[in-house]
């Protein structure tokens, strides 16, 4: 359609977007961090430089997935997520990849946000969204400026700020030198808009003299926060639409149904699901690994959306969908080659989440200690509690002097029974070895075992006495029971769904805002619909905090 080949028009292109990017980041008061970029999806940072205390992370970067999928609100296209160079983001400790610390473009970044804003625009109906956003299509001044408003609301998710609109408006003017016409220009503001901070980054505004000072954030903000925490995207058109209209604060509720009855909502459980349980470290050249982690999506799926059960009942359910190769690795009769339903009342080792292969997998970080992985995995991600990682010079010194090596022939249970006599050591692995002790009996990839390699007996069974949890089990079924009737565990579900809606790690003054969202959660009989309606209902979804 047009020819953006020229090397003096991609330079001025480059020119004006990096000069959209200044005025852009300029008006946020720094409030940026930098961001390095990592592809190892097990990469994990620090506590986050920004410490709010108040309201959702403000200057967040969008995540990659954020990324794609706002481009497929926004222009309905839905582009090939591996075909860029786009790194992964880190993950904060026991947290997500939207709330990583130093979020400012990479070079690397960059060159593949240009990639992508490019071959979005190629494969968007221009001619549609011309038609709907400019007044006219005369090359002039008038017809340019209705179609930079119209088209900027959408993209930027605001209107366009005074000091920007001239440069938008300067890349008709380039496409008019080169001989193209209205639709030729309005591709290039297309992709400027793609590449600027105010669509990459969720922005807002920062003013105020004084650090901790606290504003009702605006309607289109509040679009940006509802469509983000339900869709894990940007706002469409008719959430922008109330809130250019002044009535979208007053229509809150029936929108988030709106929401969550969109396609869209489902896609972005399955990422959160995919964060919050690790499957993102299951390479996609694992053998069956998009299958196992398939599994658990359907999991989920059913009971939050088919049958809008209380989130606890994911530790229990005897129902799962299984391709033919994974009922096969599971040791049961194939139903088809495809996806089938398969009721496990009668398999005692499948239950729910915690023994599906890809959560097995998955926090197998070294097989020769995949119990302590995984205890710590339920002890972080489900107790919603933890331990200093072992780096004083006296805990590693107790580790070096009592480790057993893995060749002593003893199983993990016996390796780390007897590495947790020393005072020190036990004070952690008192905590998460017997949570760990549950999956003994699943090898690596979640294969059902019940010997390890040296011809130890694997016996699964062991005695938890943490939080309200006091059990002792003989089985995993026993073990995911206790855990589902645990109130720190469904609590610590909620808590788990809020710091990924806020984009930070919740803290102490965070308290009050997470009994009021438990609270609405478990009135709403602790589905995932009542936890997000509890989230967007609450006052400090609409507060911004001033940041030191």
């Known amino acids: 359609m047009f020819r953006l080949d020229s090397r003096g028009s991609a330079a001025r292109l480059c020119t004006l977007v990096g000069a959209i990017a200044a005025l852009a980041l300029a008006s946020c008061d720094g409030q940026i961090g930098s961001d390095a970029g990592t592809d190892d999806p097990r990469d994990i940072v620090g506590p986050e430089a920004r410490n709010v205390s108040l309201g959702p992370a403000v200057g967040r970067r969008l995540t990659r997935e954020e990324l794609f999928n706002s481009i497929e609100v926004v222009l309905g296209v839905d582009l090939e997520r591996g075909a860029y160079d786009l790194p992964r983001d880190a993950r904060v400790p026991e947290g997500f990849r939207n709330s990583a610390q130093d979020l400012l473009l990479s070079p690397a970044r960059v060159a593949a946000y240009d990639a992508i804003a490019e071959d979005a625009v190629a494969r968007a109906d221009v001619p549609s969204f011309v038609g709907r956003y400019a007044s006219c299509t005369d090359m002039n001044a008038g017809c340019y400026e209705s179609f930079v408003e119209g088209m900027g609301l959408l993209l930027l998710r605001h209107p366009v700020a005074d000091a920007e609109r001239p440069l938008f408006l300067r890349l008709f003017t380039i496409a008019q030198e080169e001989g193209e016409d209205f639709e030729a220009g309005a591709a290039l503001v297309m992709r400027a808009m793609l590449q600027s901070p105010r669509f990459l980054y969720r922005l807002e505004s920062q003013s105020g003299s004084n650090a901790g000072e606290r504003r009702e954030i605006d309607s289109y903000e509040l679009a940006t926060r509802l469509s983000f925490l339900v869709w894990n995207a940007a706002p469409d058109e008719e959430l922008l639409g109330l809130a250019a209209a002044g009535t979208l604060a007053d229509e809150v509720d029936a929108q988030v149904e709106r929401l969550l009855a969109d396609s869209r909502a489902r896609r972005a459980l399955r990422q959160y699901v995919e964060q919050w349980l690790y499957l993102d470290a299951i390479p996609d050249s694992f053998a069956l690994g998009s299958d196992m982690k398939e599994e658990t999506y359907r999991l989920f799926e059913r009971l939050v959306w088919d049958e809008d059960a209380d989130m606890m009942e994911l530790f229990n359910s005897k129902q799962t969908e299984l391709s033919g190769e994974l009922a096969s690795f599971y040791g049961l009769l194939p139903l088809e080659s495809g996806f089938a339903t398969y009721d496990l009342t009668e398999v005692s080792e499948r239950v729910g989440f915690l023994t599906n292969a890809s959560v097995m997998a998955a926090r197998t970080i070294n097989p020769a200690s995949s119990m302590i992985d995984r205890g710590l995995f339920v002890l972080n991600d489900l107790f919603c509690m933890g331990v200093a990682p072992p780096d004083t010079p006296e805990l590693q010194a107790a580790i070096s002097e009592n480790a057993v090596p893995e060749t002593s022939g003893l199983s993990q249970r016996e390796r780390f029974a007897t590495q947790s006599e020393n005072d020190l050591c036990r004070s952690c692995h008192g905590m998460f070895d017997p949570l760990g002790l549950a999956f003994e009996q699943y090898g690596a990839a979640g294969q059902y075992i019940t010997e390890d390699e040296f011809g130890n007996a694997l016996p699964g069974g062991g005695s938890v006495d943490l ?55 478990s009135a709403g009989g602790r589905t995932y619909r009542s936890l997000i309606r509890a989230i967007a209902s609450h006052p400090e979804l609409r507060i911004v905090e001033v940041a030191p």
């Open 467 to 521: 939080g309200d949890v006091q059990v002792d089990y003989s089985n995993v079924a026993e073990f995911a029971a206790a855990l589902s009737e645990s109130e720190t565990i469904a609590q610590c579900v909620a808590k788990k769904s809020l710091q990924h809606a806020y984009g930070r790690k919740l803290g102490n003054a965070d308290n009050g805002l997470l009994a009021d969202v438990y609270a609405s959660f």
